[in-house]
């Protein structure tokens, strides 16, 4: 091979994909040159070698090993860089230049590989186009063929492409290279990234190649924005309006756009179009998982932002991790399908009363019907992820062990349709089934009742052997029997089976025949590498009774080798089977997968069924293991929770957890919520919401009684963070959000402000405070049930003035010196914070507790601030001379310790009795 000939092949290829790291295969290597060659050293620490391949430089050089490039290519890609691979096309290795062919570009949203996905989310690869204000969104996960687009218009479209992107966290966001079709500034991608992906670090950027500074760089020259580039921006021409159309109607073999909803809508079509546009080009064109378009719309489902998201720990807990969030505690799903689909329901509650009743007659039902539900539980165990592997068979990507997998699935089906049949209930998923005009599959339009697919199954108990291997091309000889392909199924592949065993019997028998027929008894039948199967007569057994028919072939010193015309053919067909059988297997094989892929659709019909009924009887598991009660839902502003808790702190709570009410209606629509700090307030507010959300996807909630006015949206506010992404100050984002909540909220929304105002000076915030309280009782428009948790202790007065706003408190039981806290909602107000108290729980210095209480008892009696100030000058002189005095027995107060001493009479004292004291006397010790 030539050098020079070969690299300008690699130069060529490269200037196509400059921007992607191009893996190009040299036999059993992907090698990298040049720029690439540089950056995989350094991210996968691999060895950089330096190659004269033009006749002027000195090319850098690193390569893995192709059958451990998956593992490489994972870690590239899990940090955001996209790998083209390059395969050698031929198969046979020529004197001449191979030809090489990119065959797929591995991005983040573009994954495939079961390995390098989770199982239990959706891979998403989400394209925005953003005109004028409005909004084109499609998204595509390639492992389940599901396909999406919405246009977001009006004021608040970026506000809800906010929201849909944390929704879906998508892997990879595609966007177009003209800046005026990009959200302004790229703020929502940066927010959005920021969130799921570490800024790089300084050190790692400045090792970074010029080329890969820029793909990495979002937008903008701050520095903190800086992400490891899973925005991918993709030229503007295929979001244009015809391009991307004709992308989509080449798709789906359609003449119209019209029959999957998109008629009207042009941004979402430009979305899509450019997405499609973006798998053929990474997938090399085979897309064929991707049938169907659902054209969806955002004001069918709650409005969810991203902070509420974040602060209600729907899909992450507090770490980013899924502990503590709320799918950790409903998620008891059987199958990955069941899995992903329950985090989509949660990720988007609907607020119509048709379909979230459908689902809770569903839950309902399975609550109930306790035998059922062990029965289908233990079922669903068996069934895999059917989802992504008919998604390979339509791909053409399965393997041997895949179908396997599915036909344990398909063998479990009937059991499973028949315990669903005994419920009596209906899948309500929606088929997508495509509206094309010539479809692309043959399967008969799906009607309600579950296709079980039993001629799919017995195709596969026919066709597939039991225990195959995990690839096909493995026919060993061994094995004679079969390997991949049942026996029985292929006639050709039976009688090439046949005919090597026939050949096998023809040789073995071969040296009693020859025996017989020359009367040579030491004549043997033998097999060397180099000849293959030979005849072998010593000399001394006397040359002369040697047929004609044999024909010599080596002469040894004692020996000699002969073959014979029929010999060499059936050797032949014994040496050559393996490779015939690898071949008739692979026919064989692509067949059935072609006959699995036309009925693609009733497969995947059956996979969204079983995954809905995973989410249904999960749903009434969780329901019946944790005590939750199916809540009414109402369509009007009623809200009442009796005996809620907050699904779940009660889940990972040692200790029982304290139940509280909630209730809103025409008359309670505000409630201002006082309490100590740790005494139980932010879970209060969250438990509220999380209830209101859990009815809304259709799940049984943690309370005594629900009823639940339907919300369009939760709003939260809560605690105090620094956006870092965005360089904004605490009060700033706080100040933001509470705007967006004044001017979007509407008698059906759940609003849950913790604390506003607390990042600026206490005037400011106090009367912030209040206005913002006023502004949501009196705005008609707004009127939206709301929760309000504060320390201004001068808010509780606005329920005197505003008929619809109550005070609601945490009981505090005091005994002596220490404060308890019951968890108790109740109505009224809290007198005190009992800050001092909270901090000495904290382990606060005692010297510190105690100089605390006194500064407060000096400053509470304080009207103005005048007055406060006068007080604390006071005190500083006073304070000096009483300086904490650290000492335990210089203190002029009694020290108990001491006292308890001084009463005991030692002489009286049992052992037992004087451990008691010892230890007791320590305890106090321990308190000062
Ligand atoms: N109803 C309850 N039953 C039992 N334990 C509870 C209950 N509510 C809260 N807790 C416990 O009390 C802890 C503190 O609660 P929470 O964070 O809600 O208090 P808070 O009043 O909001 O405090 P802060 O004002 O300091 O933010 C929780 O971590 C939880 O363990």
Not at 83 to 108: F, G, N, W
Not at 330 to 343: E, I, K, S, Y
Not at 687 to 695: D, F, K, P, T
Not at 849 to 866: C, M, N, P, Q, Y
Request: aromatic share 6%.
């Amino acid at each position: 091979m030539s050098k020079m000939t070969m690299w300008q092949q690699y130069l060529s290829i490269k200037q196509k994909y400059a921007d992607v790291i191009l893996f190009f295969r040299l036999g059993d290597f992907y090698e990298t040159f040049g720029d690439d060659a540089k950056l995989i050293a350094e991210v996968l620490d691999i060895t950089l070698t330096v190659r004269g391949l033009s006749s002027d430089e000195n090319t850098p050089m690193a390569g893995v090993p192709y059958h451990a490039a998956d593992n490489y290519i994972e870690q590239l890609v899990s940090r955001g860089y996209r790998v083209a691979i390059c395969e050698q096309m031929d198969e046979m290795v020529h004197k001449t230049l191979q030809k090489r062919e990119v065959v797929r570009i591995v991005t983040p949203g573009t994954l495939t590989e079961p390995t390098m996905l989770q199982a239990e989310r959706n891979s998403y690869l989400a394209a925005i186009l953003v005109d004028r204000g409005n909004v084109g969104l499609a998204y595509a996960d390639l492992t389940t063929g599901e396909f999406c687009a919405t246009e977001l218009r009006g004021n608040e479209a970026l506000k809800q492409l906010e929201g849909e992107l944390a929704r879906l966290g998508a892997a990879e966001l595609l966007v177009s290279d003209a800046p005026e079709l990009r959200p302004a500034g790229m703020e929502i991608a940066k927010k959005q990234l920021a969130q799921d992906l570490a800024p790089m670090r300084k050190a790692e950027r400045e090792r970074l190649l010029p080329h890969e500074r820029t793909a990495k760089k979002v937008e903008g020259n701050n520095e903190s924005t800086w992400v490891q580039g899973n925005v991918t921006q993709w030229p503007n021409w295929h979001w244009d309006a015809r391009t991307a159309r004709d992308a989509l109607l080449n798709q789906f073999k359609s003449q119209s756009l019209d029959g999957f909803g998109l008629g009207n809508k042009a941004l979402a079509t430009r979305a899509a179009g450019a997405l499609i546009q973006y798998l053929h080009e990474t997938q090399r064109d085979s897309v064929a998982q991707v049938r169907s378009l659902r054209v969806y719309d955002t004001t069918r489902f709650m409005f969810l932002d991203p902070q509420t998201r974040r602060n209600l720990e729907l899909t992450e807990g507090a770490g980013g991790q899924r502990k503590g969030s709320l799918i950790a505690v409903l998620d008891q799903t059987r199958t990955p399908m069941g899995a992903r689909l329950l985090r989509q329901w949660i990720s988007q509650p609907l607020i119509e009363l048709g379909p979230l009743t459908e689902r809770q007659q569903a839950v309902s039902c399975f609550v109930e019907e306790t035998l059922v539900r062990g029965e289908l539980r233990a079922l669903f165990k068996g069934v895999g992820d059917i989802e992504r592997t008919i998604n390979r068979v339509v791909q053409g990507i399965a393997t041997p062990r895949d179908l396997v997998r599915l036909r344990e699935a398909l063998r479990l089906t009937p059991d499973i349709l028949s315990q669903i049949e005994r419920t009596g209930l209906r899948s309500t998923s929606p088929t997508e089934a495509a509206p094309s005009d010539d479809d692309l599959f043959d399967d008969e339009p799906t009607s309600n009742q579950i296709d079980a697919c039993a001629d799919i199954c017995e195709l596969l108990e026919q066709a597939i052997a039991d225990d195959p291997p995990a690839l096909l091309g493995t026919w060993d000889n061994a094995r004679s029997d079969e390997n991949v392909i049942r026996k029985g199924h292929a006639a050709e592949i039976d009688a090439i089976v046949e005919a090597t065993r026939d050949a096998a019997r023809w040789i073995n028998e071969l040296e009693a025949k020859e025996q017989q027929r020359t009367g040579i008894k030491t004549l043997k039948v033998s097999y060397n590498k180099v000849f293959g199967y030979y005849i072998e007569v010593t000399k001394a057994s006397g040359e002369t009774r040697i047929p004609d028919d044999y024909i010599r072939k080596q002469t040894l010193v004692n020996a000699e080798r002969y073959i014979t015309p029929e010999l060499k053919e059936y050797e032949s067909l014994i040496l050559n089977a393996s490779e015939a059988l690898n071949e008739k297997e692979r026919q064989a094989f692509r067949l059935i997968l072609r006959h699995l892929a036309n009925a693609g659709n009733r497969l995947l019909d059956l996979a969204r069924a079983i995954a809905e009924f995973d989410v249904y009887s999960t749903l009434a598991e969780v329901a019946v293991r944790q005590r939750f009660v199916r809540p009414t839902l109402r369509l009007d502003d009623v809200f009442v929770i009796q005996g809620g808790r907050h699904p779940v702190v009660e889940h990972n709570l040692n200790e029982p957890f304290t139940p509280n009410d909630a209730h809103f209606d025409a008359d309670h629509q505000i409630i201002v919520l006082t309490g100590p700090n740790m005494s139980g307030k932010s879970t209060f507010l969250r438990q509220v919401a999380l209830i209101g959300l859990m009815a809304q996807i259709g799940s049984f909630v943690p309370a005594d009684y629900a009823e639940i006015g339907l919300l369009d949206r939760i709003f939260t506010r809560i605690g105090a963070q620094d956006d870092i992404a965005t360089g904004q100050s605490t009060f700033m984002v706080e100040m933001i959000e509470t705007a967006n909540i004044l001017h979007n909220g509407s008698p059906r929304s759940l609003i849950i402000l913790d604390e506003i105002g607390r990042g600026t000076s206490t005037y400011d915030g106090l009367s912030i405070a209040r206005a913002v309280v006023e502004y949501i009782h009196n705005q008609p428009r707004l009127r939206a049930k709301t929760l309000f948790a504060t320390h201004y202790h001068e808010l509780t007065e606005l329920a005197n003035i505003l008929p619809r706003v109550h005070n609601w408190t945490l009981a505090v039981a005091e005994e002596g010196d220490h404060v308890v806290f019951l968890r108790k909602v109740i109505e009224g107000a809290a007198d005190r914070s009992y800050g001092i108290h909270v901090a000495q729980m904290a382990g606060l210095p005692p010297a510190v507790i105690k100089r605390a209480t006194e500064v407060l008892s000096e400053l509470e009696g304080k009207g103005d601030r005048e007055q406060r100030r006068e007080a604390m000058r006071r005190m500083n002189a006073a304070g000096s001379s009483a300086v904490p005095q650290m000492s335990l027995f210089a203190s002029n107060e009694p020290n108990p310790a001491v006292e308890l001493l001084r009463e005991m009479d030692v002489t009286q004292l049992t052992p037992i009795e004087a451990l008691t004291k010892l230890y007791e006397l320590q305890r106090l010790a321990k308190v000062e």
